[in-house]
């Protein structure tokens, strides 16, 4: 039987990064994965550029159980450590806005940079290979893999989260810490589309694909950023962030003209030319469709000039109060992040290896802390796997 100090089940973003670390120190290190490719999820990323990880990356921008518990790994193995990485593999890279860093080229020269740092340090990377089983002994860990049997010290769990099954997510993580006695804070989609029910979308169906720029709120938690309307409901990065907070049954605020008083808006265009209709008003500073939309919405329609101050206040507040409550979300077929996973209570934040369990570690998307949108889930699987890699 093939030993090794460490092998990872999983060669994402979390996982190459601490087979690169590990190898380093010298550690035999074995990583597989049952995808036929390392870094799926880093190909597809960022529209394929791969926003790889956020200049203002700091553990505010986390939603876990325990918010403290990501500090020490984000501190650690910084953005800034990432990036240092990226410029000597000579990788071009851009701000494209909010500190959310790029490749200029493609999200392949992130996967390349990891493998060839494995390859460099030595570690070896299995593919088109699934673990059938695991099992604890008094040395480490024995594993009975598609192709055989191999044991190792040191195991660690880089499977990642449920989201988009058809690129090999699956809940093989979860299952394993919870065969471990590991508790799991409940999973759900997050950083995905919401969705309205029938009647809401029959009024909204004809604005697909009209985007603004909104302020979009739920409870006490805001984002400013572009929203989209689509066929199922509402989409785009201020709609992702918010989804991470919203649960069924919350309404979700929506500002689409933020900083604008839109009451004085329509006053002061009443003053101007009050012959003109409110939709015409708005369409100076909305899409055509959503001003009209929003409009008939009100039921107000007709000449500024009739208009009573009330019914002014009713549009503003349509405008920039909009309330609404999504039916559901997309789910994991479009989500990008699993909210939740490996309860944090049950690891030590210096190097994510499980309390109960010595030898046995998790990180990654798997572990129950997940960024915001703009970089920062990579930037966690890159901390995270590099703590790790420096303890396994
Ligand atoms: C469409 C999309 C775009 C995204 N864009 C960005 C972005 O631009 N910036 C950002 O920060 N984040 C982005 N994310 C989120 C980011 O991809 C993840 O947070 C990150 O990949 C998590 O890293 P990980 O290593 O924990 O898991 P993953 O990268 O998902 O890696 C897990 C690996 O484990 C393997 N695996 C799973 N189960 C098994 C098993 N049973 N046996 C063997 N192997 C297994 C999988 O095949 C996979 O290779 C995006 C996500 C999606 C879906």
Redesign the pocket.
Known sequence: MQSYDVVI???????MMCAVEAAKRGRSVLI????AA?????R???GGR???TNIHASPKNFLSGNPHFCISALSRYTQRDFIALVERHRIAYHEKTLGQLFCDGSARQIIDMLVSEMQDKGAELVLST??EDVRKTVEGFVLTLSTGTISCQSLVV????K??PKM???G?GYELAERFGLAIVETRPALVPLTFDANTLERLAPLAGNAVDAEVACGKTQFSEAMLFTHRGVSGPSILQISSYWREGDEIRIAMLPGVDVADLIRSAKRGNGRQAVQTVLANHLPKRLAQSIAERTGIDGNLADLADAQIKTIAAAVNDWRVKPAGSEGYRTA??TLGGVDTNGLDQKTMQAKSVPGLFF????VDVT?WLG?????W?WSSGWVAGQAA
């Open positions: 089940i999983g060669a994402g973003a979390a996982g597989l994965d049952h995808a390392p870094g799926e999820k880093i597809i990323s960022g791969c926003n790889f699934s673990v880089a499977c990642g989260g989201s988009i090999g997510a699956t093989f990008e992040v990180i990654g998307e798997v960024g970089g920062y889930n990579f930037q699987a």
